[in-house]
């Protein structure tokens, strides 16, 4: 028993405090190791930055290639886009005014009325458009077109 004795002797015996930090030590060891599992388990989030990270790939290559496009495009050429698109625009908004000024009161109310119902009705004017061209596509393909 003297031989067992000095081995545990020999062994210094740790301090309460000792084994508290020990104890501490491996639970944050443990809780950093399942943290790690519960990562790679996680795939929805791993598809997820996957998906975040093509997306910007391609948004960068998307910039760089319309700022290729933009530098090799000649100046005058993109000028005439600019007076074109200003002209277009400019078209537009009068035309949109003259329909207005034209159309009578009473069917500018009604059209408004239609407006607000669609918007408020958005699902069910998506399925009657859907079925419409359903309908058109059937009819088409009936007569052989």
């Known amino acids: 028993m003297t031989d067992q004795s000095r081995s545990n002797d020999s062994i210094p015996t740790p301090t309460p405090e000792e084994l508290r930090e020990q104890v501490e030590g ?35 290559k998307a910039a760089r290639a319309l700022h290729l496009a933009q530098d090799k495009t000649p100046k005058p050429v993109r000028e005439k886009a600019a007076q074109a698109r200003q002209q277009l625009t400019e078209t537009a908004h009068n035309l949109g005014e003259k329909i207005q000024d034209k159309t009578p009161q009473p069917a500018r109310e009604k059209a408004a009325q239609l407006a607000e119902t669609a918007r408020g009705n958005r699902g069910l004017l998506i399925a009657a458009c859907v079925a419409v061209l359903a309908a058109l596509f059937f009819a088409r393909r009936s007569r052989g077109c």
């Open 26 to 60: 491996t639970r944050e060891e443990l809780g950093e190791t399942v943290e790690a599992l519960a990562a790679k388990a996680d795939i929805k989030t791993q598809a997820q930055q996957a998906s975040a990270q093509v997306k910007s790939q391609i948004q960068d």
